[in-house]
């Protein structure tokens, strides 16, 4: 062990109560202990797209024609979906480059609403969005890397299980382990995943040049207005993760310049990668077969690749391992975030002394996504997600024009046109509101775990604990502070 690191472990080991450390000014500031960039422009890059295409381009081609009807308006809803996103990036990247800290909304929240409504965008995140997310592209990775070996059948539920939790755990080790190997997981399943998708794309090329367009049709088109907006949960959750650079945006070098670059970048190459995936998918698939297909990429393989159709499956468990990793990566700044505003347990603030590393708010994350195991109705989980993630993420665009009013002499390297965040709200308010017609239980659901946030703000946060109560917490952050080697970065962090 060397002396830097014998020195801060003695701290972290005998401190007298939860302690935030402030290095010496003999120590450089390269060795203080807090969140170091690190990310270039290929990371951010890389983050973005590995968080993005994951499960979702494999199972949502299902979801988006059920509730369509036909192919030709999929391919719509697939392309508003990505015009959706990238107006949603885009105001995001004025909050970012304006409000640069970790967390992203829920810092833009804190900074515009207030406490209150910050939280319950974290609660939303942490009850439902980020655990349940990461759960079902987990989910996706266990039944995928196991049909090589049940290729008539699906695979044993408690095997998938299991599976699915083994891929969530060791991706934990390497996220808690270096921020290096979680960037580099990062970038080499982001090239795997997108040589998967471009075999499939390159294929559904050769398919067009022989005149199979037989399947193009707008034919048995949804009339529901309701089931169209459903479709949307579907082809917007295959988009989740457009937003996910943000909360890393402490550790991007040059965030100002960088991370426009790489939103426009990255949603613009997943949007024509998507669109051109589910084109090559009905060059060869009808919608009853594409209906009735729990794998639509292993069936499409089946039919056009032959005796390496195995190799189809493979690469995209590859493609869901990589979102384990981009969403478990983001998902614990953000717990990091909420508990330096102290709206989460203050162990979560803490930096592992020798890896640099948010260990304590890794392992949360990943202790919540494991809890979400026991279900595996994964389109059912995908219904709560899509209510909850448009919600909170229309609250958090709807702090570009409430900023540009409240506080007009903020420095705003970006400035974006204000036709785009209204017609952004506007668009969510149509996919939030209007599925409660179509689907009362899953939305309703979701509004009672939103709600059910109320009271937990007001008990744990709100209120003033009894100090039997503070001396219990603070016994236990110093006990977990030392079990895991850890402590508060040096640096504070203010709404």
């Known amino acids: 062990m060397t002396d830097k690191t ?11 109560e939860s302690i935030e450390l402030k290095p010496k000014k003999s120590i450089d ?84 609403f207030g406490p209150f409504l910050a939280f319950m965008r974290l609660w939303i995140e942490c009850l439902i969005v980020r655990p349940c997310s990461q759960t079902i592209v987990a989910l996706t990775f266990s039944a995928y890397i196991m049909k090589p070996f049940f290729p008539t059948c699906d695979a044993p539920d408690v095997s998938a299980r299991l599976l699915a939790a083994v891929c969530i755990l060791v991706l934990t080790f390497v996220n808690c382990w270096n921020v290096k190997w979680a960037t580099r997981v990062q970038d080499v399943f982001t090239v795997a995943k997108l040589f998967a998708l471009f075999v499939i794309i390159i294929t559904g090329f050769v398919q067009l040049g022989y005149g199979h367009t037989e399947y193009f049709t707008f034919e048995n088109t949804e009339t529901d207005i309701s089931e169209i907006a459903l479709s949307f949960y579907s082809g917007l959750f295959a988009y989740n993760g457009w937003n996910y650079l943000n909360f890393v945006i402490e550790e991007l070098k040059e965030p100002v310049k960088n991370l426009p670059r790489a939103i426009y970048i990255s949603i613009t190459l997943v949007t024509v990668v998507y669109v051109l995936t589910n084109v090559a998918f009905y060059t060869t698939l009808s919608p009853g077969e594409v209906l009735g297909s729990e794998a639509v990429a292993v069936t499409f393989g089946n039919r056009m690749y032959g005796p390496v159709a195995f190799l189809v499956p493979i690469f995209v468990a590859l493609s869901t391992f990589g979102t384990v990793n981009g969403i478990l990566f983001t998902s614990a700044r953000l717990f990091y975030a909420g508990a330096l505003e102290g709206q989460m347990p203050e162990i979560l603030t803490m930096i592992q002394i020798k890896r640099m590393t948010p260990a304590p708010a890794v392992l949360f994350m990943a202790f919540l996504s494991i809890c979400y195991l026991a279900s595996s109705d994964i389109f059912r989980l995908i219904s709560y997600v899509g209510f909850a993630t448009w919600l909170s993420i229309g609250l958090a665009v709807l702090c570009v024009p409430y900023l540009r009013w409240k506080c007009p002499e903020m420095e705003r390297p970006i400035k974006v046109n204000l036709f785009f965040p209204i017609v952004y709200i506007i668009a969510t308010i149509f996919i939030t509101i209007v599925p409660m017609i179509a689907a009362p239980v899953e939305t309703g659901i979701g509004v009672l775990f939103i709600l059910s946030g109320i009271p937990v703000y007001f008990i744990f946060i709100k209120l003033r604990k009894p100090m039997w109560i503070q001396k219990i917490l603070n016994s236990s952050t110093v006990a977990m502070q030392k079990f895991f080697m850890v402590v508060r970065p040096h640096t504070s962090h203010t709404s």
């Open 6 to 16: 014998a020195k801060y472990a003695e701290v972290a080991t005998n401190p007298p």
């Open 29 to 112: 500031d390269d060795d203080a202990i807090c969140l170091k960039p690190k990310m270039t422009l290929m990371n951010g890059i890389t983050v973005i797209v590995g968080s993005i295409i994951g499960s979702g381009i494999f199972i949502s081609p299902k979801g988006v024609l059920a509730h369509t009807g036909s192919p030709g308006m999929s391919l719509v809803v697939w392309i508003l979906s990505g015009v959706f996103s990238m107006i949603g990036a885009y105001c995001y990247a004025e909050l970012g480059c304006m409000i640069q800290k970790t967390g992203a909304d829920y810092a833009y929240i804190m900074t515009a």
